[in-house]
């Protein structure tokens, strides 16, 4: 099978984040980066696929240059060659802008699955898969833990709500949007760091895709969340905290 | 265009709850825009959803029915919900933000040449609809600039459904043209795990631990916290997608919903997936090094600091308030 994984570089899960002047995304300068979690799962997918039933696996991002050492570490997990995506705007297109660019570079390479995570970490849209495949003409399933293939496509296991799940049946080529948990990650190997030096990765600009970008959603501004509770934050020392807590909970709150 | 729309979803033969707090995110939009709220049900067999629905003070329920969509697929709703829309031109779509419209509604948007805002917690003048950021670490405010009708899913719990008031709507139905070759996808039966024998949700008192705890060896800690307590443990995903802890004490979207009386958060950010499934809890207590974490937006009390400092502390200090 011949695999594209579509993977989004995010920031760092702790990393403090600021509002820039414009108020209407964060200050990037200072920032680390990573690959987003459920899209690292998604990779996990594909190589295991890969081992099991031989073919190609195939990474493909957009964003700027700083997106490198993200397909870097992707090409080192055993993802064969990368695609990706040059572009500077990212954050002015829509989830329809972005998705149009991943389907018209992952049209190119008429794969037979392409997979993604279920939802990034920054933006949380949680569709940029589901609209590819729709762009593309393809079928596809959301919240994926497992990916068998069959005689005539590929059966997987879908999650449903409240520790339900659900098997669905699919014809290839179709996309994916993967869920975190359904493997055990795998780590780079000095190997595989050494090899991904020399993998390929090929550039192409959003101008060279030629797709539309005039968003129809526009994120006007950000801030920061209003809170829904007022917090008695327990100040001092590790053991002066856990005693004011004790206290708080047994004859303030008394539920202790 | 003309009309709000509001997708609702059936669950145990009756329309669910995030349904009815979609209907009131619809309705607070429809006093904006100064439009009627319809309320749409799919399936093959919608009537008594229709009735259910229309025993509330909306304009309109539209029965969507046709034998193709007795059992959800994407290509079938997204095949019917296109045809409904083309047919009436609504100002708007609204729909609860669940598995299912994750699923689906992205896709009949980008049909339809737009984008889906998704997950929103707030209409605000503009309209401009709120949705988090970063995890929950910031909001965005989001505007619909293109020509068709702006589509908008909701975050479970982010309105009221009994703002929704009594009255008596009008029933239509709606037969789309569905063709068994346009369903790609074929659906098996939803089944369980694991068989559960954990009931987290009648537990009176929860220490739940999240990726702040780093690895599994440290969970011990929080166990011995837990044990000291008397309260049972529970976890965030990223904790039982590592396998540190089984599936079945997971909290949040994917997992168990909990009302305790005391919910203890330990080592968790507080992303919305998690937030979902504790947020009732009657007392709430975070411990985490982040003070921005939004663990804290939703907490009573609340320490900044290492767990592993504070954890042991809070054990000891329980142990001896008990004695």
Redesign the interface.
């Known amino acids: 099978m011949k695999i594209i994984v579509a993977i989004k570089q995010v920031?760092e899960?702790?990393a403090?984040?600021r509002?820039d002047s414009s108020a209407k995304w964060?200050d990037e300068s200072g920032l680390q980066w990573a690959l987003n979690e459920s899209d690292a799962y998604a990779l996990e997918e594909a190589l295991q696929q890969k081992e099991k039933n031989g073919g190609e696996v195939i990474v493909l991002t957009a964003g700027p240059e700083r997106v490198g050492p993200t397909i870097r570490e992707a090409l080192a997990k055993g993802a064969d060659r990368a695609i990706h995506i040059d572009c500077n705007d990212l954050a002015s297109r829509?989830?329809?802008g972005v998705?149009r660019l991943l389907a018209a570079a992952a049209k190119q390479e008429s794969p037979d699955l392409i997979l993604t995570g279920l939802q990034s970490?920054?933006?949380?849209?949680?569709?940029t898969g589901?609209?590819v495949?729709?762009?593309l003409g393809l079928?596809?399933?959301?919240?994926i833990l497992q990916v068998e293939k069959t005689e005539t496509g590929i059966k997987v296991k879908?999650?449903?709500?409240?520790?339900?799940?659900?098997?669905?049946?699919?014809?290839t080529p179709a996309v994916l949007t993967i869920?975190?948990?359904g493997n055990?990650l795998r780590y780079a190997t000095l190997m595989g760091i050494k090899k991904a030096k020399t993998k390929d990765v090929r550039r192409v600009t959003a101008a060279e895709l030629a797709v539309d970008s005039t968003?129809?959603?526009?994120?006007?501004?950000?801030?920061?969340?209003?809170?829904?509770?007022t917090?008695?934050?327990?100040p001092g020392t590790?053991?002066e905290?856990?005693?004011a807590?004790?206290e708080?909970?047994?004859f303030e709150?008394r539920?202790? | 265009m003309s009309g709000i729309f509001v997708v609702l979803q059936e669950r145990d033969g009756r329309v669910s709850r995030a349904s009815w707090e979609a209907i009131a995110a619809g309705q607070l939009l429809g006093s904006q825009l100064n439009q009627p709220v319809t309320a749409v049900v799919l399936g093959a067999a919608t009537e008594a959803l229709a009735t259910e629905a229309a025993a509330k003070a909306i304009a309109q329920v539209v029965r969507v029915d046709h034998p193709l969509l007795a059992q959800y697929t994407a290509d079938g709703f997204i095949t019917a919900l296109a045809q409904l829309i083309q047919s009436q031109s609504p100002a708007a779509m609204v729909l609860p933000h669940t598995y299912q419209v994750r699923d689906y509604a992205p896709a009949l948007a980008a049909r339809l040449g737009q984008v889906l805002i998704s997950d929103v917690v707030a209409i605000g003048d503009g309209p401009t609809f709120t949705r988090q950021l970063l995890q929950g670490r910031l909001t965005g405010a989001y505007r619909p600039t293109g020509s068709g009708p702006c589509f908008i899913s909701v975050q479970a719990g982010a309105f009221r459904a009994d703002a929704v008031q009594a009255g008596a709507a009008e029933v239509t139905t709606f037969t789309p043209t569905i063709d068994t070759a346009q369903i790609r996808t074929q659906p098996g039966e939803p089944f369980r795990g694991a068989a559960q024998t954990v009931d987290l949700g009648s537990a009176q008192l929860i220490v739940a631990v999240g990726r702040g705890i780093k690895d599994a060896d440290n969970l011990p800690l929080v166990q011995e916290l837990a044990t000291a307590l008397g309260a049972e443990i529970a976890a965030s995903r990223p904790i039982c997608d590592n396998g540190w802890l089984p599936m079945e004490r997971q909290v949040g979207s994917s997992g168990q919903t909990v009302s305790p009386k005391l919910y203890l958060a330990v080592g968790i950010s507080g992303a919305i997936q998690h937030l979902v499934g504790m947020k009732g809890s009657q007392c709430i207590v975070a411990i985490n090094k982040d003070p921005d974490a939004p663990i804290f937006e939703v907490a009573d009390y609340g320490i900044a600091g290492d767990l592993f400092e504070v954890i042991p502390a809070l054990t000891e200090a329980v142990k001896a308030a008990k004695q």
């Open positions: 920031p899960r702790d403090q984040v509002i964060i829509d989830a329809l998705a970490e920054d933006l949380g849209l949680g569709q589901v609209i495949a729709e762009l079928p596809h399933a959301t919240l879908r999650e449903l709500e409240e520790g339900w799940f659900q098997s669905v049946e699919l014809s869920q975190s948990g055990k968003p129809v959603v526009v994120l006007e501004r950000i801030a920061l969340p209003q809170k829904q509770k917090t008695q934050m327990l590790p053991k905290a856990a005693a807590l004790v708080k909970l047994k709150a539920v202790l």
